[in-house]
């Protein structure tokens, strides 16, 4: 897939365009940050060159258009043979359309090529004399490049004496591993820098990098080996008739780090349809290589070949770079979650602006763990690199640190377990709820335990982290076991607690069936949903012998909820068991169980069945303010319970579909909506008096 061009509407807006463009390669080649992602470049540049086809007599000089590096780049140390870009095609066909165009060119067809990962580098040229490293130069604008050769002896793969002492020029790629640039960025922000957007940038920006008070290492990828004046010249005559593959054969004997010992070595295929299948079968990788790629190089192999086909200003005629879509976006990291593992590991993820990378909306992005966040010094708003390959979860590089405003902020850590509200084990990188595997059991007993649910009082999260580690209960049916000397044989419990828990946990006992349902926790069953399975069904044994289809008649319940609804609760049947064994209540009062399934298969519609016919009936009833007088004492959750004991349906928002909105003291947005759309309005009075006979 090609990427769209910029749409450019007039000669300022070209202008604009140029001058953007020209600054962003500048940034891009010159170690910077460019505020622009590679894929909204080269949209720039598409249509930047669209409408000088257009206005061909307005091109600007500045323009990036057919230059090595956009002309962005410099350098006063002048190549032997120039070191061009590679012009890109983006699908089989427009390969198949280069082979042909080269066919043409040199007048026959080829009949191998070299292919190859395209590195996601920079380019450099080191020559050797003597077998000796003696300079290192950067592309710079393809015919004279930059002097970097204080980067010698920090680029792994390029050695510094070869095993031969010949005189060559060796040309290749310098990038940063996904460990080096980790590395990279861990010592800069160490020393009170800001860290590089992604691996590339990291690559280019260290190159350059003449006085440094530390040194991070880089990796080199030979793609490329040529005479230089000096090289003996039956070396030289050799060098010049050799295959592509057999140069790199020959950098690698001498010592050189190239594509062969990675994953994805070059290799000659014979026709164009074993490129294509090489194409795939590198693509299909490059999310688990440790160093981006961002296509594939595909080059005549022969000598003769590359000899007649040529090459232009910008770029060889005798290669072409098959583009990969693009793997990183910049985007805005909005905030950052912290979720706990199975095993209790609390691990951080980076909430995105929603950004599109290789068609697929990315809104989440992992951020392994809390020393990350730190040593990247991410900040809440920042500008992200996001990275994104393949099936691979897509991840936050790193901020683009210099399109700071200064509103960012920084990113808060939780000083307790967002699930159970344990302490934090800190100790490690990453770090872990105290309670471990346990962490699940704490959360879900204080759920099960608290107001909305079984409402014991008295056993809060601290307790029941306390009788979790005396190993007292693993589940919800143990609490009703607990014997008063076990409890009394705990820190802080004395007599009156003990009893005033045991007798809180008795009581539960009589909590209607609702109420047990929302306390096992069903997946995807909230209160208000646990309260329409128990009104519909009555009893848990009938819950429990609802198959997906039955379970479908429950209001809200749909044909994707109901099954994973039945599966769940069979998987819950032994605890469920024995909480009827130990004497929990199993029903739900007031509601009568719906007709067995061969009455209903007469054409009734089941669901106007059960137990109608309340106060409420078919209506939808919103609560809202504080309640006053004879309601005063019940929770948002008890009126809703009591709306449904009603036989009417509770919701928390106002719309069209409501029927009634009790207002109590403080009522406001709701009461005003309810106004608005001329919803009735009840006092908490006057609603008593409407559910009386179900009060108290
Ligand atoms: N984000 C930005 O602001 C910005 C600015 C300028 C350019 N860019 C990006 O840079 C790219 C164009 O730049 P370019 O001209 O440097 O590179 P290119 O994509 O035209 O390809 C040429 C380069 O590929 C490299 N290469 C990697 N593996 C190779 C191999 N096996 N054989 C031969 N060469 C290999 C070499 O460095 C060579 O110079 C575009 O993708 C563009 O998006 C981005
Ligand atoms: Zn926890």
Redesign the pocket.
Known sequence: MTTPAAVIVDGAAYAQAVED?VR??A???GGGT?????????RL?RGIADWEAEHPGRILPDSPTGK???G?AVGDVPHTVP??????VFSAEEFTAWTASLARRTGRDATRFSV????????IAARYSGGRLRQLIT?GDGTAGEDVSHAIGTIEGLPEKLDEPVTVEVR??VLMTSAQFEHANEVRTGHGGQPFANPRNAAAGTLRARERVYTVPMTF?G??LLPLPGTDSALAERMNGMAHSDLMALAAELGVHT?ARTAVP?TVAETPDEVLVRVKEIAALRAELPFG???I?V?ADLAADREAAGSGSR?PRW?I?Y?LPAVEKITRLLDVEWNVGRTGIIAPRGVLEPVVIDGSTITYATLHNPADITRRDLRLGDHVMVHRAGDVIPRIEAPVAHLRTGEERPVDFPAQCPRCGSDIDTGEERWRCAQGRNCHLVASLAYAAGRDQLDIEGLGATRVVQLVEAGLVADLADLFTLRRDQLLALERMGETSTDNLLAAIAEAKRQPLSRVLCALGVRGTGRSMSRRIARYFATMDHVRAADADAMQQVDGIGAEKAPSIVAELAELAPLIDRLAAVGVNMTEPGATPPPPADAASDGDDRTTVPAAGGPLDGMTVVVTGAMTGSLEKLSRNEMNELVERADGRSSSSVSRKTTLVVAGEGAGSKRAKAEQLGVRLATPDEFAAMVAGLLG
């Not at 460019?34 to 080269?42: I, K, M, N, R, W």
């Not at 070191?83 to 890109?88: E, G, H, R």
């Open positions: 463009a962003a390669a940034a891009y080649y460019s505020p622009l992602d590679d894929d909204a470049y080269d540049v090595v590096a956009g962005a070191m061009l870009s590679l012009d890109n190859g990962p395209k590195l996601d580098g920079l380019a592309r290749g790629e990828f793609y490329g594509s070059d790629i961002d296509g190089v080059k770029a290669a770079a583009k």
